[in-house]
T-cell receptor
Framework: KAGVTQTPRYLIKTRGQQVTLSCSPI?????VSWYQQTPGQGLQFLFE???????NKGNFPGRFSGRQFSNSRSEMNVSTLELGDSALYLC???????????FGEGSRLTVL | AQTVTQSQPEMSVQEAETVTLSCTYD???????LFWYKQPPSRQMILVIR??????QNATENRFSVNFQKAAKSFSLKISDSQLGDAAMYFC??????????????FGSGTQLTVLP
């Protein structure tokens, strides 16, 4: 069974640009969550989607948004990039009844 | 709000020896999930072990076991017969029950484990 797939793995953007990251969950998983990982703040929850609906959102500004498609694939978008948005963005999918999240390898975003 | 605390930023262990990583958490829930995740330099978070709060028996997965003390809100990870491949950052994580509105994982700050040959 294929794992969680995130694309792109690496990307470099400049301040003010926007970026879209993609996540394909494990087959059969309907819940997709996004986390931001930085050396200073650690792992922080961004949002969770289930059946195309945002179920929960972390404490991030409105520049961070996401969506989920009918096939459970998810995208997150960051607009008007700031230097502080440089981070590893992790996507995770889960079979909600069991609780554990399965993570992708992440997308490393560098904002110059 | 739930909090997860890992008080050991770094730990080291000799190959084949045993090491215990500490984790405490704070919650007002009675039912929840606890996890240990491993993040090697390759960056992918890998689930090591999970524990449901309603289960009194400590979870075990091969060389990995936990000491779950619900009253003390403590959830430590023991790695036996440490191997070089165990070297990684280890994160303790808490997740509320499915029925809750806030179902995201809350992570600790991590413990960097070094395995010495």
């Amino acid at each position: 069974k294929a794992g969680v797939t995130q694309t792109p793995r690496y990307l470099i953007k400049t301040r003010g640009q926007q970026v879209t990251l993609s996540c394909s969950p494990i087959s059969g998983h309907r819940s997709v969550s996004w986390y931001q990982q930085t050396p200073g703040q650690g792992l922080q929850f961004l949002f969770e989607y289930f059946s195309e609906t945002q179920r929960n959102k972390g404490n991030f500004p409105g520049r961070f948004s996401g969506r989920q498609f009918s096939n459970s694939r998810s995208e997150m978008n960051v607009s008007t990039l700031e230097l502080g948005d440089s981070a590893l963005y992790l996507c995770a999918s889960s079979w909600v009844a069991t609780g554990e999240l399965f993570f992708g390898e992440g997308s490393r975003l560098t904002v110059l | 709000a739930q909090t997860v605390t890992q008080s050991q930023p770094e730990m080291s262990v000799q190959e084949a020896e045993t090491v215990t990583l500490s984790c405490t958490y704070d919650t007002s829930e009675s039912d929840y999930y606890l996890f240990w995740y491993k993040q090697p330099p390759s960056r992918q978070m890998i689930l090591v072990i999970r524990q449901e709060a309603y289960k009194q028996q400590n979870a075990t997965e091969n060389r990995f076991s936990v000491n779950f003390q619900k009253a003390a809100k403590s959830f430590s990870l023991k790695i036996s017969d440490s191997q070089l491949g165990d070297a990684a950052m280890y994160f303790c994580a808490y997740r509320p029950p499915y029925s809750g509105s806030a179902r995201q994982l809350t992570f600790g700050s991590g413990t960097q484990l070094t395995v010495l040959p």
